[in-house]
């Protein structure tokens, strides 16, 4: 396959056209064993501290090459406040050589947004990916013999939504590579 060439602004409308067809979505019409969320590619956050790296599997949601992660207190969120410097990796799955695919490697900085530090981008963001409907959705059985009153109930959701931390990746370098069924790869490099 021969090498095709693409202008920065070609790459970059890929890039997002990649990752909107990736990432996780609202499902409109969830059944009854949707948490709310279409799933699709999962994203590889790779982070590290105290030079010991930690890869960790997560749902991720993008705004164009924005990545926004919605995590649990826990290692990887300890090594971004050491060190906000990241690596994130998504290729359509399941790889599949007789098939056109994608990927993305993507090289950036973290920012930590939570409920306590910046209040109104966290909800809005809650809200946007509709994380209290899928939070409603999976506390509902967990909680159901507690024989708690709504207003318990939204109190003990807030409180649980509200431990997330939300990892904002904003890219300053990506890599995007197209496979080919003839088993040839062509590689783009995006830079800020």
């Known amino acids: 396959m021969k090498r095709v060439q693409k ?28 948490c709310g969320i ?22 991720y949601f993008n705004e164009g090459m924005t990545l926004y992660i919605f995590g649990e207190p826990g290692k990887k969120i300890a090594n971004i406040r050491e060190n906000k410097k990241v690596s994130a990796v ?11 695919q994608r990927s993305v490697q993507l090289f950036g900085t973290a920012e930590l947004i939570t409920a306590k530090d910046r209040p109104r981008l966290f909800w ?3 809200r946007k990916w509709h994380m209290d409907k899928v939070g409603r959705k999976i506390m509902k059985p967990m909680l159901a013999h507690k024989k708690l009153s709504e207003k318990e109930y939204e109190r003990l959701l807030k ?16 890599i ?15 830079k800020k």
């Open 7 to 34: 202008t920065k602004t070609r790459i970059r409308k890929d890039i997002i056209d990649f990752l909107d067809k990736t990432s996780g979505q609202i499902d409109p019409k969830p059944g009854k064993h949707s």
């Open 38 to 59: 279409r799933h699709r590619s999962s994203l590889v956050l790779a982070t590290c501290a105290k030079n010991n790296p930690r890869a960790t599997v997560l749902e």
């Open 90 to 100: 998504v290729y359509e799955q399941p790889l599949n050589h007789g098939k056109f």
């Open 124 to 126: 809005s963001k809650i």
């Open 159 to 174: 409180r649980g939504l509200a431990t997330l931390t939300i990892i904002k990746i904003s890219p300053e370098q990506v």
């Open 176 to 190: 995007f590579k197209e496979w080919h069924p003839d088993f040839s790869m062509n590689r783009y490099e995006w």
